[in-house]
């Protein structure tokens, strides 16, 4: 059988509302503590983003790709649509006709021997075009 303790042994014990009180303080100091952290940790989030902001744009900044067109050097040799002499050229072409669509150019299309029905299909479609 179990004996019964006197009271003031309860609450040492923390049958009584006495521990609650020890509890719910504690929850409190821990809530507080949190918030303190975060308070604290906001600013330095912040002080990080901008800081890769600034990064980036930094890498952006130094990161232009090579390209062909970016290192081509200016060429006297390129056409320019300003020269009459180009023009005059195309004028004296055989191809002039065509080019000035006073006249349709003759094509001749062709299919292999053992064509699909796929290109059966396209080839009336291509020559009404």
Same mark, same amino acid.
């Given at each position: 059988?179990?004996?019964?303790?006197?009271?003031?042994?309860? #609450?040492?014990?923390?049958?009584?509302?006495?521990?609650?009180?020890?509890?719910?303080? #504690?929850?409190e100091?821990? @809530?507080?503590?949190? @918030?303190?952290?975060?308070?604290?940790? $906001?600013?330095?989030?912040?002080? @990080? #983003?901008?800081? @890769?902001?600034?990064?980036?744009?930094?890498?952006l900044?130094?990161?232009?790709?090579?390209?062909?067109?970016?290192? %081509?050097?200016?060429d006297?040799?390129?056409?320019?649509?300003?020269?009459?002499? /180009? *023009?005059?050229?195309?004028?004296?072409?055989?191809?002039?006709? !065509? %080019? #000035? %669509?006073?006249s349709?150019?003759?094509? /001749? $299309?062709?299919t292999?021997?053992?064509?699909?029905? !796929?290109?059966?299909? *396209?080839?009336? $479609? *291509?020559?009404?075009?």
């Amino acid at each position: 059988m179990r004996r019964e303790e006197p009271e003031s042994k309860r #609450k040492e014990k923390g049958d009584g509302q006495g521990q609650d009180r020890k509890e719910r303080r #504690k929850k409190e100091e821990r @809530k507080e503590g949190g @918030k303190v952290k975060e308070e604290k940790k $906001i600013p330095e989030r912040r002080e @990080k #983003k901008k800081k @890769k902001r600034k990064r980036k744009i930094k890498l952006l900044a130094k990161k232009i790709p090579k390209t062909i067109e970016n290192t %081509r050097e200016e060429d006297e040799i390129v056409c320019r649509s300003d020269e009459e002499e /180009l *023009f005059a050229r195309y004028d004296a072409d055989e191809f002039s006709v !065509i %080019r #000035k %669509r006073e006249s349709n150019p003759k094509i /001749l $299309i062709t299919t292999c021997r053992f064509n699909s029905s !796929i290109s059966i299909v *396209f080839s009336p $479609i *291509f020559c009404g075009i």
